[in-house]
């Protein structure tokens, strides 16, 4: 190594941007773990921004003419050095530069034939812009739709929602090799010698940024995968994820399978749950096809185990204070007595009038030991959690409840009837066709069939929009059900959130309890690769209204999302048919939830500065104080207050903004547009204690340059 480092420093001394390139890649090689996943992490992310405005200083690519497929199109990065106006027609003077020593080429394009290009570490500063929405939900907060390169709304939700997600699901590319993902906005398809390295470099960088949007303390990541690339995904997220329990659960999604040349039918994949913190599964009514009826745990019964140690340490030698005698009425079988456990070397109980003794003796006539101490029984005994079977030509036998049994009386899983005339609880037996369990690690569920209840299901709301693959409705609702049926506020993140399957589960969720959770959904607007081809040669390239309407978010996810709420399809018929299985209603009546669609846009530092880009960022200001009720869209003089938030314009009306957030209960945030330092400080003095305070702008600003380039 430190030979290379010597022979680095020669090279700085002749060229030294090719020096920092070696070194960079020298220092992604010393960090390379000996044992566990290693990949390619050096290779450049760029995403094109289609109809961003060209800007001096944007990094920016030639767009092919016209009809053309761009295959001979010089792929490179240009910087603008200058945007001029001849008549209608903006001009960008381009510049770039092969090597340090090497001349700067020069060029100029027309405005229209080029399309800005952000790299992986370049700062961005997004706002959002309002493209619709549909309001049935009253004063519930809204689901957000962001149309956005997934890492950059992350970027951007970084800002709004760090350390505030309760349950991410995601369903990422399966990079299967069938041109189903791209990088560096070119398909990546099965010929790619690096096409692993890429998909593990594009999940690693979103997984840190979703880490960090999490609740550390009790939230869960959901993750869908196949064989393709469970195993290197496993790998990546014990990486990402060190502090994490992780478990993997094999689910059948197509009965029929799904042939595999050479192999075995596919018909299941991966679900793996990263759980954060205390976040456990919750135990939930499940019908019988979750959980085996094999055994005694569901069988519709409490169950009673006997007293009698067994198992390990079953000897009296094992634990001398639980060999004791317990005396019971023969004739009632009502416990008499309780003794106290027996000194070593006797055997025998002494006698009690009318009562029968029975002591801990195994089936083989040794002696063994009970597994509550005289103290623990008596109490439980009081509690009704000891029964005795058998009869006098028997024998009799000591049954108890086990804390686990109790606890499901105690929590209204079993209802409890009264007591027997032995003293022992009595419980309402359950349909023993549905359990109340957590079930195992193998799903085998009718309702999760993907093509019966994602592509079939997707055709009854969209008729012949086509998407490839989508995800049963009810296996996402089930997913996630198991992680937020106690929190019904919940707020859950889809970042690949394709046909938007995972916002119609969460407003099934909020239908079948009444829950009030939010779902912010992202995706990009891309078309498919056969599609591309087809619209190139009509002469259509991205940013084409024509082009944009068939991307994925607009033809897809959110008319799926705003069909489910108003149960009327695109061409506003009623949805025929009914949801099924937990909370079966007609598809046409909707939910009553309220949505908001919204494209990422991204903004100059200057503007936003100087407050000339409100409108830009209201939006992220309103979602960070949890988008909900009315949102301050226009600076105003002096202040102004909504629902649940306030954001005072001028420090000098800071009296009266005070004053509207002391009548404002709802209000939670308030933004204080300042550079003055002590006049921050005196208005947060001044703050209800429940009210959180965030300074504009510098806070936004300081956001996304500290996020600059982060891995």
């Given at each position: 190594m430190s030979r290379l480092?010597?022979?680095?420093?020669?090279?700085?001394?002749?060229?030294?941007?090719?020096?920092?390139?070696?070194?960079?890649?020298?220092?992604?090689?010393?960090?390379?773990?000996?044992?566990?996943?290693?990949?390619?992490?050096?290779?450049?992310?760029?995403?094109?921004?289609?109809?961003?405005?060209?800007?001096?200083?944007?990094?920016?690519?030639?767009?092919?003419?016209?009809?053309?497929?761009?295959?001979?199109?010089?792929?490179?990065?240009?910087?603008?050095?200058?945007?001029?106006?001849?008549?209608?027609?903006?001009?960008?003077?381009?510049?770039?530069?092969?090597?340090?020593?090497?001349?700067?080429?020069?060029?100029?394009?027309?405005?229209?034939?080029?399309?800005?290009?952000?790299?992986?570490?370049?700062?961005?500063?997004?706002?959002?812009?309002?493209?619709?929405?549909?309001?049935?939900?009253?004063?519930?907060?809204?689901?957000?739709?962001?149309?956005?390169?997934?890492?950059?709304?992350?970027?951007?939700?970084?800002?709004?929602?760090?350390?505030?997600?309760?349950?991410?699901?995601?369903?990422?590319?399966?990079?299967?090799?069938?041109?189903?993902?791209?990088?560096?906005?070119?398909?990546?398809?099965?010929?790619?010698?690096?096409?692993?390295?890429?998909?593990?470099?594009?999940?690693?960088?979103?997984?840190?940024?979703?880490?960090?949007?999490?609740?550390?303390?009790?939230?869960?990541?959901?993750?869908?995968?196949?064989?393709?690339?469970?195993?290197?995904?496993?790998?990546?997220?014990?990486?990402?994820?060190?502090?994490?329990?992780?478990?993997?659960?094999?689910?059948?999604?197509?009965?029929?399978?799904?042939?595999?040349?050479?192999?075995?039918?596919?018909?299941?994949?991966?679900?793996?749950?990263?759980?954060?913190?205390?976040?456990?599964?919750?135990?939930?009514?499940?019908?019988?096809?979750?959980?085996?009826?094999?055994?005694?745990?569901?069988?519709?019964?409490?169950?009673?185990?006997?007293?009698?140690?067994?198992?390990?340490?079953?000897?009296?030698?094992?634990?001398?204070?639980?060999?004791?005698?317990?005396?019971?009425?023969?004739?009632?079988?009502?416990?008499?007595?309780?003794?106290?456990?027996?000194?070593?070397?006797?055997?025998?109980?002494?006698?009690?009038?009318?009562?029968?003794?029975?002591?801990?003796?195994?089936?083989?006539?040794?002696?063994?030991?009970?597994?509550?101490?005289p103290k623990t029984f008596r109490d439980r005994h009081k509690q009704g959690r000891v029964k005795i079977g058998g009869n006098k030509k028997r024998g009799f036998t000591v049954y108890i409840l086990k804390p686990g049994e109790y606890k499901k009386i105690q929590s209204g899983e079993f209802k409890e009837l009264g007591r027997a005339p032995d003293g022992s609880i009595q419980v309402e037996e359950n349909d023993p066709n549905v359990v109340s369990a957590i079930p195992g690690s193998q799903w085998k569920i009718a309702s999760h069939d993907a093509t019966q209840y994602g592509s079939r299901l997707l055709s009854k709301i969209l008729s012949a929009r086509k998407f490839p693959f989508p995800k049963s409705l009810y296996a996402v609702e089930d997913a996630l059900r198991f992680f937020v049926a106690d929190k019904p506020d919940a707020v859950i993140l889809d970042f690949f959130s394709g046909s938007g399957t995972t916002c119609h589960a969460v407003m099934r969720l909020n239908k079948q309890d009444g829950g009030r959770r939010q779902c912010i959904s992202v995706t990009n607007n891309e078309v498919s690769a056969d599609e591309q081809k087809a619209l190139r040669e009509k002469g259509l390239r991205p940013d084409d209204p024509d082009w944009e309407a068939l991307g994925i978010c607009d033809y897809i996810t959110q008319p799926r999302i705003k069909a489910a709420i108003t149960g009327k399809t695109p061409e506003g018929e009623p949805i025929k048919g009914d949801y099924k299985f937990t909370g079966e209603f007609p598809m046409a009546d909707g939910f009553e939830e309220n949505v908001e669609f919204f494209t990422l846009t991204y903004e100059a530092p200057r503007p936003v500065a100087h407050h000339r880009s409100f409108h830009a960022i209201a939006p992220l200001l309103w979602l960070r104080a949890g988008a909900q009720g009315r949102r301050i869209d226009q600076a105003v003089e002096g202040f102004n207050v909504a629902g649940t938030y306030g954001v005072l314009f001028d420090l000098d009306t800071a009296e009266g903004f005070l004053s509207a957030l002391q009548s404002a209960p709802s209000v939670r945030m308030a933004f204080i547009v300042t550079d003055d330092d002590r006049g921050f400080a005196a208005v947060c003095r001044d703050l209800p204690p429940e009210v959180e305070a965030v300074r504009l702008y510098a806070s936004y600003l300081t956001n996304f340059t500290i996020n600059t380039g982060r891995d």
């Open positions: 480092s010597e022979l680095l420093r020669q090279v700085e001394r002749e060229d030294q941007q090719l020096a920092a390139d070696l070194r960079r890649e020298f220092d992604l090689l010393r960090k390379r773990r000996a044992f566990g996943l290693n990949f390619e992490r050096h290779v450049p992310e760029t995403v094109e921004l289609p109809g961003r405005p060209v800007r001096r200083g944007d990094k920016v690519r030639f767009l092919p003419d016209r009809g053309a497929d761009g295959k001979d199109l010089d792929r490179g990065l240009w910087t603008v050095a200058r945007v001029r106006r001849e008549g209608k027609v903006r001009v960008a003077e381009l510049v770039r530069r092969v090597s340090q020593d090497a001349e700067p080429e020069t060029v100029e394009r027309d405005c229209e034939d080029l399309v800005v290009v952000a790299e992986f570490r370049d700062p961005i500063y997004p706002g959002l812009k309002s493209t619709g929405k549909v309001e049935r939900g009253g004063e519930k907060p809204f689901h957000t739709v962001i149309k956005s390169e997934n890492y950059h709304a992350l970027q951007a939700l970084l800002y709004t929602h760090e350390g505030k997600i309760d349950a991410i699901y995601i369903d990422p590319p399966y990079n299967t090799g069938a041109k189903d993902w791209k990088y560096n906005n070119d398909y990546v398809d099965g010929e790619d010698a690096y096409r692993h390295s890429k998909w593990l470099a594009m999940m690693e960088r979103r997984l840190k940024l979703a880490k960090r949007l999490l609740n550390s303390d009790n939230s869960v990541l959901i993750v869908t995968i196949d064989e393709k690339e469970h195993l290197r995904l496993g790998l990546l997220l014990e990486q990402v994820f060190p502090e994490a329990r992780i478990q993997i659960i094999s689910a059948l999604i197509n009965p029929a399978a799904v042939a595999r040349v050479g192999g075995f039918g596919r018909s299941d994949e991966y679900i793996f749950f990263v759980l954060l913190g205390k976040s456990a599964p919750c135990k939930l009514r499940l019908d019988r096809e979750w959980v085996s009826g094999k055994g005694r745990t569901h069988t519709g019964k409490i169950r009673w185990d006997l007293l009698r140690r067994s198992g390990t340490n079953t000897e009296r030698a094992h634990s001398p204070g639980c060999f004791y005698p317990i005396y019971i009425d023969p004739n009632t079988k009502v416990v008499k007595k309780v003794g106290e456990p027996l000194p070593p070397g006797e055997s025998e109980a002494p006698a009690e009038s009318g009562a029968v003794a029975i002591l801990p003796i195994r089936q083989d006539q040794s002696e063994g030991n009970w597994q509550w101490s």
